[in-house]
């Protein structure tokens, strides 16, 4: 069955280290998005793309960046982790076009900036 | 600014009875509008969608949603709770990559 999943699951990091977190669907869809949850804030968008070598900015992008070099990949980076960035990161994917907006969730990626 | 908004932080059913979870949207254009229910270290689920047509959405578990443009809210329905219900409902308008803060529904035996 086709899936998305997310590694680590758990990570605790120190402050100003870089941290990768990956992302991988085997929907074979076009779309890909990352979003963090924090309490009270609901799911904000860090950064999207919606192909290979497309990547855009969301609501929170500052001090994280993607790269989309393959359909089925978009790792997010930390660039120097901070103690604000300390949350729960979920990557989804969706097909596109006009019916097809459905977002398909991986677990999720607890992260701790000490 | 477009926003999606999710009124009540939490909402208390008793199991049997009806539940609502209400969910107001301001964006320009035809919205496709969703409901995700997220359970403990879970990933967020698909529930249902409005796109087009119908303004009364059904979708799983029993849950079933109306869209009403006059009032710009999409409120997730179910006529008689279950206890396995108990969940972070999230309202999404997808296309303009949106999701509303949450509501946590609990349902009492």
């Known amino acids: 069955d086709a899936e998305i999943t997310q590694s680590p699951r758990h990570k605790i990091t120190e402050t100003g280290r870089q941290v990768t977190l990956a992302c991988h669907q085997t929907w074979n869809h076009n779309n890909m998005f990352w979003y963090r949850q924090d309490l009270g804030h609901g799911l904000r968008l860090i950064h999207y793309s919606y192909g290979v070598q497309d990547t855009n900015k969301g609501e929170v992008s500052d001090g994280y960046s993607v790269s989309r070099s393959n359909t089925e990949d978009l790792p997010l980076t930390l660039e120097s982790a901070a103690s604000s960035q300390t949350s729960v990161y979920f990557c989804a994917s969706s097909e596109g076009g006009a019916d097809q907006e459905t977002q398909y969730f991986g677990p999720g990626t607890r992260l701790l900036v000490l | 600014a477009q926003s999606v908004a999710q009124p009540e932080d939490q909402v208390n059913v008793a199991e049997g009875n009806p539940l609502t979870v209400k969910c107001t949207y301001s964006?320009?254009?035809?919205?496709?509008l969703f409901w995700y229910v997220q359970y403990p270290n879970r990933g967020l689920q698909f529930l249902l969608k409005y796109i087009t047509g119908d303004n009364l959405v059904k979708g799983s578990y029993g849950f079933e949603a109306e869209f009403n443009k006059s009032q710009t809210s999409f409120h997730l329905k179910k006529p008689s709770a279950l206890v396995s219900d108990s969940a972070l409902y999230f309202c999404?308008?997808?296309?303009?990559?949106?999701f509303g803060t949450g509501t946590r529904l609990q349902v009492f035996p």
């Open positions: 999404a308008v997808t296309d303009k990559l949106i």
């Open positions: 964006v320009s254009g035809n919205p496709y």
